[in-house]
């Protein structure tokens, strides 16, 4: 079956604009989890969603990052006014269970690079 | 101690060799672990997950020793192919959590 997508794979800003990056799960994931990784930096965890709902946005790094989930499916990651230091590869997984036992799976990632 | 501690390597190793990872973790309420792999400019793709009586998948053996709180991965017979960047990840609160913690990576280069 059709595993988790991401849109756009690549995106280049310049700084002060605004993203919105969208992760489609794998169907009848319940779980969803956005993360970023950086060059040779390992992945560093940003929101996790049960359904539409985010019981924890503490690792959104500031008050430019938002997420949102709807229908229980899609979710759209946006970064406001761009910063340099917000070039990573944000990468989105899903899970069928939540919870630490739910194997999550990943999407391929949108590169983003702000110059 | 950071939460999940990795060699970054390289390992380079001949084909047909055996190789181990292991990977550490600092809190010792930690219930799942899982291993991944992940190509340059890839995704990672889960590999394994590890449970407390070990668990085998092919040339892939996975292990846990909760006592000194680390994982191990065990490729027999390298091939090529399973030249990648090995990330350990790990729950680190247990039950009611639901982010993992990922390793920074374990560098394998398969040489023919």
């Known amino acids: 079956g059709a595993g988790v997508s991401q849109s756009p794979s690549n995106k280049v800003t310049e700084k002060g604009k605004d993203v919105e990056l969208r992760c489609d799960p794998i169907s009848g994931h319940t779980a969803l989890y956005w993360y970023r990784q950086s060059l040779g930096q390992g992945l560093e965890f940003l929101i996790y969603f049960q359904g539409n709902s985010a019981p924890d946005k503490s690792g959104l790094p500031s008050d430019r990052f938002s997420a949102e989930r709807t229908g229980g499916s899609v979710s759209t990651l946006t970064i406001q006014r761009t910063q340099q230091e917000d070039s990573a590869v944000y990468l989105c997984?899903?899970?069928?269970?939540?919870?630490?036992?739910?194997?999550?799976?990943f999407g391929p990632g949108t590169r983003l690079t702000v110059l | 101690r950071k939460e999940v501690e990795q060699d970054p390597g390289p390992f380079n190793v001949p084909e047909g060799a055996t190789v181990a990872f292991n990977c550490t973790y600092s809190?010792?309420?930690?219930?799942?672990f899982f291993w991944y792999r992940q190509d340059c400019r890839k995704e990672p793709k889960l590999l394994m997950s590890?449970?407390?009586s070990g668990n085998e998948d092919g040339r892939f053996t996975a292990q846990l020793n909760r006592a000194s709180q680390y994982i191990s991965l065990l490729i027999r017979d390298s091939k090529l192919s399973d030249s990648a960047t090995y990330l350990c990840a790990v729950n680190p609160s247990g039950a009611g959590s639901y982010q993992l913690t990922f390793g920074k990576g374990t560098k394998l280069s398969v040489i023919p």
């Open positions: 809190n010792s309420a930690s219930q799942s």
């Open positions: 590890v449970y407390s």
């Open positions: 997984a899903s899970s069928l269970i939540a919870g630490g036992r739910g194997e999550q799976f």
